[in-house]
């Protein structure tokens, strides 16, 4: 229902910065729910960021509060993750997921399983 294309992944040093973007295929953009999930090696998929719909409000985990900025622009369809003081624990593949099924309606839901659709990932490489 949703093609969603992430970039900007990439190699950083740590305490370094990437921002990365998700653009996302659907007239429906401005009332679907769009997040930020991560998944490492040997662990399970973990929210990052999200926002409601307008962007007004926004979400983050504990382990990225202070360092990462959400954002959504409605006009290009495309939400944002700006990643700065990045750790070596931030290594991962970053998804972009979208809920064009409105289980989460409004937006701001930090559970994976309410968003249906997903980017293929884009990795995140840390170093110290």
């Known amino acids: 229902q949703v093609q969603l294309e992430e970039s900007g992944g990439g190699m950083a040093q740590a305490g370094g910065s990437l921002r990365l973007s998700c653009v996302a295929s659907?007239?429906?953009?401005?009332?679907?729910?769009m997040g930020w999930f991560r998944q490492a090696p040997g662990k399970e998929r973990e929210f990052v960021a999200t926002s409601n719909w307008s962007d007004s409000n926004r979400y983050y985990a504990d382990a990225v509060k202070g360092r990462f900025t959400f954002s959504r622009d409605n006009a290009k369809s495309t939400i944002y993750l700006q990643m700065d003081s990045l750790r070596p624990e931030d290594t991962a593949v970053y998804y972009c997921?979208?809920?064009?099924?409105?289980?989460?309606?409004?937006?701001?839901?930090?559970?994976?399983?309410?968003?249906?659709?997903w980017g293929q990932g884009t990795q995140v490489t840390v170093s110290s």
């Open positions: 997921a979208a809920d064009p099924m409105n289980y989460c309606s409004g937006g701001g839901c930090t559970v994976a399983t309410e968003y249906g659709y």
């Open positions: 659907t007239r429906a953009f401005k009332t679907t729910a």
